[in-house]
């Protein structure tokens, strides 16, 4: 019983949140006006309501806030399924290099492509997935890859693109295109389309799919290659998976949101205090809590100040006090 | 019945390198426990991880139940042997409980999770080592010795005929020693299993034999078996000097009217102090 009141709390509190962000901005709106807009667009019913809001609402509000959600909820997932994985508490969705694999290709395609958009996604996309091919390969020995190797082909591959992101800023266009590499690599929703939904949501949610389906299996993996072996898990495919999925899951996230830190990393033991560790309720967890953060933070970034605040700064700045002060609270949990 | 059977194991990491043992056999058959002793770096662990399929051999064959453990799956392998790693590394605070359910993965699908019926099983295993009143504790915050119950409690779950364990008393209090040490006859003699283990007390194994089980001690030295046999014939001071440079005595005393208690104690290593010296310390 208690199980299914979590469960049902997880899938509402996405929905609150996204629901919420349709009135925050600089226009505010009343309910009446957003219910109706919503309603009228899905029931094909004509309210008679201005263009302006029809917009406001259904292509600039609505969209930001699924993306957010789905980004959200993609890196914390991606990051809760790699502490268990790598066994590592301190890992985050881009150990694999997957975030600075990201950055240098949004670097590129703005250098090269004058900050086309659809370039910036293609470019960062592959160069995230190619980041974690890489580091899979450097970790890869007497084929096998055991854990430890393939964290630090991670960070290695992940060096070796900050080394290069920093080249590209070096050397692009300080009026055009270094801005824009900067405010890439803050990251942003602010650009969020339909468009970039559907596209960017098919890896986002074949990596998501294929994590909930696993999830209890990456207890098992946590236990250690040895041991994970012994209870019978195929290491080589059940760690593939698990890979793959993650990595899908964080580049087609970063390559419409640019860079943003902190959830991958916190959002998994905000989760871990709070419902525990097992995968089979962690991992929902994470989705759903990681959703409804970059939701909120979102909207906190929209309106604090009257330009927009990069998400990536505003993640740490408010997800560092609220760990804090839940750290505090549960006294770290079974820590 | 033969259980496990090794025939002509040899193995090393790499074809050109030194192998690590050659030409090893025995059998083990079913309520037996076979006892790997040796010195630190001696390939017992390694021989162990051939066994649970960690390793390949680079010749010979291991059998369990008749079948080549070579042509099995991981998945398979678990359903014959489990294992009790000597030092567990808890690195998330898993309820207890879901420790031991973990045994159940070779029986539940890839992306699927135990079911009800698993989490019986989980906790008749946790009722066996006696621990099922700690089940919903984080197992990060149980003592050494609970830990290693657990880890016996999981590898029960596995319900599988044989148990590797590779020093399961490594690290453990004096009076948990003896917890592991009666839990693990207590489950041979009233489960019929078969154990497997790697330790580094010879008095352990006369505790076995002592308790009515069909105990079986293997010397391993120089990557073979020096001598393989009861521990009564095979744990003597003339081996234990070959084997560790240690030199031994061999105490008895009667515990009862059936069963003599043995104990082999430790004197000086080989090159440790003068021949005089030691002779006046023994008398």
């Known amino acids: 019983m208690r199980k299914r009141i979590i469960y049902i709390l997880l899938i509402i509190a996405p929905l609150l949140c996204v629901f919420a962000t349709l009135?925050?901005?600089?226009?505010?709106?009343?309910?009446?006006?957003v219910v109706k807009t919503l309603w009228g667009q899905i029931a094909l019913v004509n309210y008679d309501i201005p263009d302006m809001y029809q917009t406001l609402v259904w292509d600039i509000r609505m969209p930001r806030a699924i993306l957010g959600a789905m980004v959200g909820g993609c890196l914390a997932v991606s990051g809760a399924s790699f502490q268990g994985l790598f066994r590592n508490p301190l890992v985050s969705s881009g150990i694999l290099g997957v975030s600075s694999g990201a950055g240098f290709g949004a670097a590129l395609a703005i250098i090269l492509f004058q900050g086309n958009t659809s370039a910036i996604y293609i470019f960062a996309f592959a160069f995230a997935l190619l980041a974690v091919l890489l580091s899979y390969l450097i970790g890869r020995v007497y084929n096998t890859t055991p854990t430890i190797t393939l964290v630090l082909g991670g960070v290695v591959v992940s060096s070796i693109f900050s080394a290069l992101i920093s080249f590209a800023k070096y050397v692009a266009?300080?009026?055009?295109?270094?801005?824009?590499?900067?405010?890439?690599?803050?990251?942003?929703?602010?650009?969020?389309?339909?468009?970039?939904?559907?596209?960017?949501?098919?890896?986002?949610?074949?990596?998501?799919?294929?994590?909930?389906?696993?999830?209890?299996?990456?207890?098992?993996?946590?236990?250690?290659?040895?041991?994970?072996?012994?209870?019978?898990?195929?290491?080589?495919?059940?760690?593939?998976?698990?890979i793959v999925c993650a990595s899908l899951a964080?580049?087609?996230?970063?390559?419409?949101?640019?860079?943003?830190?902190?959830?991958?990393?916190?959002?998994?033991?905000?989760?871990?205090?709070?419902?525990?560790?097992?995968?089979?309720v962690l991992i929902p967890a994470s989705l759903s809590l990681g959703a409804c953060f970059l939701v909120l933070v979102d909207n906190v970034g929209r309106i604090i100040t009257g330009s927009e605040m990069p998400l990536g700064i505003l993640t740490a700045l408010i997800g560092g006090p609220f760990f804090v002060w839940l750290l505090k609270k549960t006294k770290g949990g079974s820590w | 019945m033969s259980i496990l059977q090794v025939t002509n194991a040899s193995f090393s990491y790499e074809q050109h390198l030194e192998k690590i043992f050659e030409d090893i056999s025995f059998e083990v058959g079913q309520g037996e426990i076979f006892?790997?002793?040796?010195?630190?770096?001696?390939?017992?662990?390694?021989?162990?991880?051939?066994?649970?399929?960690?390793?390949?051999?680079?010749?010979?064959?291991?059998?369990?139940?008749?079948?080549?453990?070579?042509?099995?799956?991981?998945?398979?392998?678990?359903?014959?042997?489990?294992?009790?790693?000597?030092?567990?590394?808890?690195?998330?605070?898993?309820?207890?409980?879901?420790?031991?359910?973990?045994?159940?993965?070779?029986?539940?699908?890839r992306f699927s999770s135990p079911s009800a019926e698993d989490k019986e099983i989980a906790k008749e295993a946790l009722d066996l080592v006696g621990l099922r009143h700690l089940r919903h504790r984080p197992y990060t915050q149980l003592s050494g010795g609970e830990g290693q119950l657990v880890m016996i409690a999981?590898?029960?779950?596995?319900?599988?005929?044989?148990?590797?364990?590779?020093?399961?008393?490594?690290?453990?209090?004096?009076?948990?020693?003896?917890?592991?040490?009666?839990?693990?006859?207590?489950?041979?003699?009233?489960?019929?299993?078969?154990?497997?283990?790697?330790?580094?007390?010879?008095?352990?194994?006369?505790?076995?034999e002592n308790n009515g089980i069909k105990t079986t001690v293997a010397l391993m030295h120089n990557k073979h078996f020096l001598e393989v046999g009861n521990p009564t014939k095979v744990l003597n001071e003339h081996n234990m000097r070959t084997l560790y440079n240690v030199n031994t005595k061999l105490m008895t005393c009667p515990l009862d009217t059936s069963t003599v208690l043995k104990q082999l104690v430790p004197v000086s290593t080989l090159n440790g102090i003068k021949e005089e010296e030691r002779n006046a310390y023994v008398r």
């Not at chain 1, 290659?225 to 012994?230: C, F, I, N, T, V």
């Not at chain 2, 029960?156 to 690290?171: F, G, N, S, W």
């Not at chain 2, 020693?177 to 006369?206: G, Q, R, S, Y």
């Open chain 1, 23 to 33: 009135f925050v901005g600089r226009y505010p709106l009343s309910l009446a006006l």
């Open chain 1, 173 to 242: 266009d300080p009026y055009q295109d270094l801005p824009a590499i900067v405010f890439w690599l803050m990251g942003s929703l602010a650009t969020a389309r339909y468009h970039d939904i559907l596209v960017a949501g098919i890896p986002m949610s074949i990596g998501i799919a294929g994590l909930l389906a696993i999830r209890w299996r990456i207890n098992v993996l946590s236990m250690g290659d040895r041991e994970a072996h012994s209870l019978g898990v195929n290491l080589a495919v059940d760690k593939g998976i698990v």
């Open chain 1, 250 to 280: 964080t580049a087609g996230a970063v390559c419409v949101s640019g860079i943003i830190g902190w959830v991958g990393l916190v959002i998994p033991h905000i989760c871990r205090m709070i419902v525990g560790n097992d995968n089979r």
């Open chain 2, 35 to 109: 006892c790997l002793l040796g010195p630190n770096g001696c390939g017992k662990s390694t021989l162990l991880d051939n066994i649970l399929g960690v390793n390949h051999l680079q010749q010979g064959k291991i059998r369990v139940m008749g079948r080549d453990t070579r042509t099995l799956k991981s998945g398979e392998i678990a359903r014959y042997i489990a294992y009790v790693p000597q030092s567990h590394e808890r690195t998330f605070p898993y309820q207890v409980i879901d420790i031991v359910k973990m045994g159940r993965a070779a029986y539940t699908g």
């Open chain 2, 154 to 208: 999981r590898a029960l779950a596995q319900k599988t005929p044989v148990i590797v364990m590779d020093e399961p008393t490594a690290h453990l209090d004096f009076k948990h020693e003896m917890v592991v040490m009666e839990t693990i006859v207590k489950l041979v003699k009233n489960t019929d299993l078969t154990v497997v283990m790697a330790t580094h007390f010879p008095n352990h194994t006369f505790y076995l």
